[in-house]
């Protein structure tokens, strides 16, 4: 535990044995000895001799679960209908003896080359008409039947041979579905479109009405007048693009189902695919997908094309556990060191293998799995590193491998438990996709950007947030972040507004609440959502040039974007004080029922945003730590203990109390404690108020 005032102190000294967790495991009926430790394998890429030595590998590494068969298709039916599993009966069967389980993929990731050799049309075509060929990988259109029959053909082979397997432990639905071929522009995607469209409006004026074709003369007479957003000569229509975005993430998601459902008739094992909730991904809203899947997996990587890669890590994790309703879930992909697909590919340094799998730990994940099991020598991620580099099991990589085994293998009492938050962030792809309009009052104001800027300045508080979707239920929360949520349904807006009304304390940002969710403006005054709510109306958007900042009364700098406003209800805590909207109010707050609703019309710097979370903080009676940026730390919590995760990034020292037994080092804390530069601590204590 953190001593002090961290949590009022509800906690009592440490019990240096507790039994290990009652919560039932990830997945269901599947004993592990710990938090998971996984793999990507591809078997098919080496010969057999090198299989029976993989096994032996996993097994002195401490695998216990490895994926197959992501890639396998070309190898089970090498011409139409002709299948032979003998490659995969061998190492499956070596795998079980080896005592590990199966992650089993049912091998529709990429499909042959016979099969659009035979069926060219199953290729996707980019927005201006370019065809993806073969030669890569996932090249096939979203909505081609043909491309539906044959992968279900093959599943129903997969499925109905190793259904009952006993050696299965979950079913791993093609691969990070989306990843290249999200978007297809293709005839077969638009004749999809149409269907899809169809069944949301029923009628064309309908669709006419929502999507404003009245605007360039762009109205539909008939269902067949609709093409998906193809290339265009001037700017497209919003409501048809984002309208596009939620189609594809549907189509994507009838794969999914469509496969699981073969899959059911032969099997009960737990079924998944892996997201790819990550930073340069936003073409599949998770959220929509959540329901359809046995337990929540993601896949991550470091983004060295980011300015804060970690932090961006932080964000992701968080919104994997919000998809997974804060259950625990599965980190199904990562990297041991450096991947293959950036323009500069970083190795991990000193640590920070550890430092970032526990980052995913102490933000949900109760399994950690890698790509790959062994480097390929081969192929297009020839370079990526793996459990087992090129080196073999010598050498200081596969040590540290080792080494991360056994971490995991002491962070058993965590396997679980559940992360704590106070705070809320309300988080919308919907937004995401319509905030992206090429047309709006400013292209820099990118929702991504503004709702990990205020992720960051949280976790430099020490502030754990749970990340919710638009009309969650936020009974609970004390705080309730809106980043730039453009366009909110009614319904969405109204639980806002009952979250602060019943006490909570909530801050919206620029460009809220502005459409409804068919991207039309809400009228009357901006932000027609959230005007009432926030006690003030904002007559016009005055963004800022590229690089050009703003000062505020504060002291505060503000970047990017200010608005003329002005207020009734709301009082007034910041103005700019030059810029185009000098004298003007940028920061209010307006006092609603038990709560309070705060409206920031800038993009403030971070010494700005510090303030203002402090201040938030301090008002919803969230604790904080001023850790600045490069210091994890969060809290989980089972009925009977909590673990406290310190990650330290930093170049120096940081020192905290804590109170328990650290599962990394095995030491007995009690008071302040120096977390060395690049340290990591899980601290586990016996909770006091348990039933509480
Ligand atoms: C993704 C894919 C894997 C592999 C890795 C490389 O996560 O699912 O097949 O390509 O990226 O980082």
Not at 152 to 180: F, I
Not at 321 to 335: F, K, N, Q, V
Request: glycine share 8%; with cysteine.
């Amino acid at each position: 535990m953190l001593t002090d005032d961290w949590m009022q102190g509800r906690f009592v000294s440490l019990t240096p044995a507790l039994p290990r967790s009652s919560a039932a495991p990830l997945v269901p009926g599947w004993p592990t000895r710990s938090i998971v430790l996984g793999c990507d394998y591809n078997p098919e890429q080496w010969s057999p001799e090198v299989w029976a030595d993989d096994t032996a590998r996993m097994r002195e590494l401490g695998i216990d679960l490895v994926a197959i068969n992501i890639f396998g298709w070309a190898h089970l039916e090498s011409e139409p209908g002709v299948y032979d599993f003998a490659a995969l009966d061998t190492v499956i069967g070596l795998l079980h003896e080896a005592g590990i389980r199966l992650n089993l993929g049912t091998g529709t990731a990429s499909p042959p080359p016979w099969l659009s050799r035979l069926h060219p049309e199953i290729l996707p075509q980019s927005a201006e008409g370019v065809t993806a060929w073969p030669g890569g990988r996932q090249a096939w259109c979203p909505s081609s039947p043909v491309y539906r029959e044959r992968s279900l053909a093959l599943v129903e082979q997969v499925a109905a041979r190793y259904g009952r397997h006993e050696a299965l432990a979950l079913w791993h639905v093609s691969n990070e579905l989306g990843c290249h071929n999200a978007h297809c522009y293709c005839d077969t995607s638009a004749e999809a479109f149409r269907t899809w469209l169809e069944a949301r409006y029923g009628s064309i004026e309908a669709l006419n009405a929502s999507w404003g074709t009245a605007f360039w003369s762009q109205r539909c007479r008939d269902w067949a007048d609709i093409l998906p957003p193809r290339t265009t000569l001037s700017a497209g229509n919003p409501a048809q693009r984002l309208d596009f975005r939620r189609f594809s993430s549907d189509a994507q998601l009838e794969q999914y189902r469509a496969e699981a459902a073969v899959i059911r008739r032969h099997s009960t094992a737990p079924i998944t695919t892996n997201f790819m909730v990550t930073a340069h991904i936003q073409a599949l809203d998770y959220f929509d997908w959540a329901d359809d899947m046995d337990l929540i997996a993601n896949d991550h990587y470091l983004d060295h094309r980011l300015t804060d890669p970690i932090a961006e890590l932080a964000f992701s994790a968080d919104l994997t556990r919000g998809i997974a309703a804060g259950d625990p879930w599965m980190l199904m992909e990562t990297s041991t060191s450096a991947v293959s697909w950036q323009p500069v590919n970083h190795a991990k340094g000193e640590g920070e293998l550890e430092r970032t799998v526990i980052g995913h730990v102490a933000r949900g994940a109760d399994s950690i799995c890698f790509f790959q099991w062994r480097a390929s020598q081969r192929g297009a991620e020839k370079f990526h590193s793996a459990l087992l580099p090129h080196a073999g099991a010598t050498g200081p990589a596969w040590q540290r491998s080792v080494e991360l085994s056994a971490l995991l293998d002491r962070l058993e009492p965590v396997v679980g438990t559940r992360v704590v938050a106070r705070a809320a962030l309300v988080f919308s792809w919907e937004s995401w996709w319509a905030t992206g309009a090429d047309t709006h009052p400013s292209g820099l104001l990118r929702y991504l950007d503004e709702a990990h800027r205020y992720h960051r300045a949280l976790r430099r508080h020490g502030v754990t947030v749970d990340m919710v979707r638009p009309g969650d239920d936020l009974t609970g929360y004390d705080l309730v972040i809106v980043p730039t949520l453009y366009a909110v349904s009614d319904v969405a807006a109204a639980i806002i507004r009952d979250a602060v009304s019943t006490g909570a304390v909530a801050l919206i940002t620029p460009f809220s609440g502005i459409a409804d969710d068919s991207d039309a403006i809400r009228l009357g005054g901006y932000p027609g959502a959230f005007r009432d709510l926030l006690g003030l109306v904002v007559d016009e958007f005055r963004p800022l040039a590229e690089r050009a900042t703003v000062s505020l009364e504060s002291g505060a700098t503000a970047s990017i974007w200010t608005e003329a406003m002005s207020t009734s209800s709301a009082e007034v805590l910041d103005r700019f004080v030059d810029g185009p909207a000098a004298g003007l109010p940028a920061l209010t707050r307006a006092a609603v029922g038990a709560g309070a609703a705060y409206y920031v019309g800038t993009v403030l710097d971070d010494l700005g945003l510090d303030a203002l979370i402090g201040r938030l903080c301090g008002e919803a009676g969230i604790p904080t730590r001023s850790l600045g940026d490069g210091v994890d730390l969060v809290v989980r919590r089972g009925d009977d203990r909590e673990i406290v995760f310190v990650i330290n990034h930093r170049d120096e020292a940081v020192t905290l109390p804590l109170t328990g037994r650290d599962l990394v080092t095995g030491a007995l804390l009690d008071g302040p404690a120096e977390i060395p530069a690049g340290a990591v601590r899980a601290v586990l204590s016996e909770r006091s108020d348990r039933g509480a």
